[in-house]
Nanobody
């Protein structure tokens, strides 16, 4: 089992920045990929970004490309999402999720952290 805990959400003005963290514990030794997703009430969950745990290959949704940066600290089993130039439409609950092995799916999810961007 893997446990994920997000932190770093909050209220920020448009154009501002926030850094989200996702701390992983438990059976993390074979982690393949960590991703970030977001969802507002009544909306579909939206993919934001992902990072390969070994090698650091990254991928982003077009809506955040150039503004958000995903990274990870393998030694501390922590992933990060640096969010710059935030827009009101980035307001959502942000979730981190983990693919435990190659060929797997996002089996583990955090509880989410609220990000609110005011105009």
């Amino acid at each position: 089992q893997v446990q994920l805990v997000e932190s770093g959400g909050g209220l920020v003005q448009a154009g501002g920045s926030l850094r989200l963290s996702c701390s992983a514990s438990g059976r993390t030794f074979s982690t393949y990929r960590m991703g970030w997703f977001r969802r507002a009430p009544g909306k579909e969950r939206e993919y934001v970004a992902a990072i390969r745990w070994i090698g650091g290959y990254t991928d982003y949704a077009d809506s955040v490309k150039g503004r958000f940066t995903i990274s990870r600290d393998n030694a501390n089993n922590t992933g990060y999402l640096q969010m710059n130039s935030l827009k009101p439409e980035d307001t959502d609950v942000y979730y981190c999720a983990l693919v435990p092995h190659r060929g797997g799916t996002y089996d583990y999810w955090g509880q989410g952290t609220q990000v609110t961007v005011s105009s």
